[in-house]
């Protein structure tokens, strides 16, 4: 929920345009994201949602547009600025993308060896550790390589790394595509819990409508070049857009509603 002592929102995004060559894939997009929530963003294949991560990230130099991450000039490119915004951001792309020849551990302590040079190896080790526990593996998941363990674990294996500094703000980027219904709800309760319990800001890309309802608090909406909604997601389904109508009043919407009510009473039934 955003925190009203602090208003100001942890990402602020204005005027945003991406362009590759003849293509327009933002146009004066606007974004805010607030402080502690988890913002659903979602919108039709090729919209633009992994350029809009690049670009907060800095990963993208946009052709236009202003942004604003954790009181930084995303824009900046001086090292300092660019370090602010490394150190305190995690970021799990849309392909995983660990070291394929490094061990779960050896690729949790990269960011740690990146970052906490001055760290002794022992007590990297038993950082990588814990966050892998974190991230919901087996302790000897650590030892493994990344071909040896499931898609699901892979995906946790890249959580893991992206916890890796304790950063409050995490960037996930389809974390649930190709997993099976069983694992992705199982990861949707693992962020969930995560953001909760470490008071983390999510920006989560995904299709998956049953991730949508069961946990964010927002959904931001890419359509038309911008971002056409951002809300929480009852007014949004209300909104007259035809993707908006036809992706949140289909089949998938009804059964993922459904499920969210399912999610919502078990977790009221687990509470203390
Ligand atoms: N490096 C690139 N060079 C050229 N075109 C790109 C590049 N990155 C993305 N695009 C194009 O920008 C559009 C948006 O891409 P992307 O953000 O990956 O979409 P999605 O919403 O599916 O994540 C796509 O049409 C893609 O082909
Ligand atoms: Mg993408």
Partial sequence: MPDNASPSPIISVRGLTNRFGEQVVHEGLDLDVQRGEILGVVGGSGT??????????GLRIPDAGEMEVLGTDARSSRLEHRQHIQRNTGVLFQDGALFSSLTVGENVQVPLKEHHGELPDSWRYELALLKVKLAGLPADALNKLPSQLSGGMRKRAGLARALALDPPLLFLDEP??????????????LIRTLQQALGLTVFLITHDLDTLYAICDRVAVLADRKVVVNAPIAEVEKLDHPWVQEYFHGPRARAARDGRDAYLERTRAEAP
């Fill in 48 to 57: 633009g949602k992994s350029v809009l991560m690049r670009s907060i990230l």
């Fill in 176 to 189: 649930t595509a190709g997993l099976d219904p069983i694992g992705a709800a199982a990861f949707d309760r």
